[in-house]
């Protein structure tokens, strides 16, 4: 078994809304390491991951630090360089497009405008991340659509409320937004877009 810290952790961003990413490789099924508290992979399915260039491969090579080793081995480092990651369009459209659904759901809809909002965030920082990982500058940071270099010209405070609802719905953790904040958020959307489609080169 090998177990790794990783994400902001490794980067030095924690902060309040911070959470403990861990990551347990494991031969076989152990029942005694929880799924709640670990990312669990298989041996092989790590190895599978680096042979795509999987972003998770890129995420974990540039910053996991190795917390246990049951052989006193680094089995990440053993791995060497991932695959070059090879699917920045079809990704960056595929963030694009869940940003234009919940987007279209946060104005349509009158439930579930947390989630929407979330999916949102999650949307402009994966592509954000995939973005920069197809350019060779990988950035993995929560706030990574403001660190690219074709960076998110946004209002501080529509990123932080997309961003606030993003650790709302998946930690029940902080301040409840507001619908003054939703509706500043519904407001600014079209620029988000406007920035994910110059950047996908889309018109």
Known sequence: MHIYAF?????????????????????????????EKFSIYKYPRITELWQEGNPFSWHLHLESKIIFSSDN???IKSLGTPS????????????RELFEQSYEAL????????????CMFLATRNFATCYSLGNGKPIFSRKSPLLID?????????FNT???????STRGYGSMVNES???????????IYKWLNRLSKVD
């Open 7 to 35: 994400g902001s952790i490794c980067r030095g961003e924690v902060d309040q809304g911070s959470d403990i990413d861990l990551l347990a490789c494991i031969e076989n099924d152990n029942l005694s390491i929880s799924k």
């Open 73 to 75: 081995n680094d089995f």
């Open 84 to 95: 070059p990651y090879m699917k920045t369009a079809e990704d960056c459209a595929k963030f």
């Open 107 to 118: 104005v349509n809809t009158k439930t579930s405008k947390i989630f929407n909002l979330s």
């Open 150 to 158: 074709e960076k998110l010209e946004i209002n501080d405070r529509v």
């Open 162 to 168: 997309l961003e606030r609802a993003r650790i709302l």
């Open 181 to 191: 904040e939703i509706n500043e958020v519904i407001q600014y959307a079209p620029k």
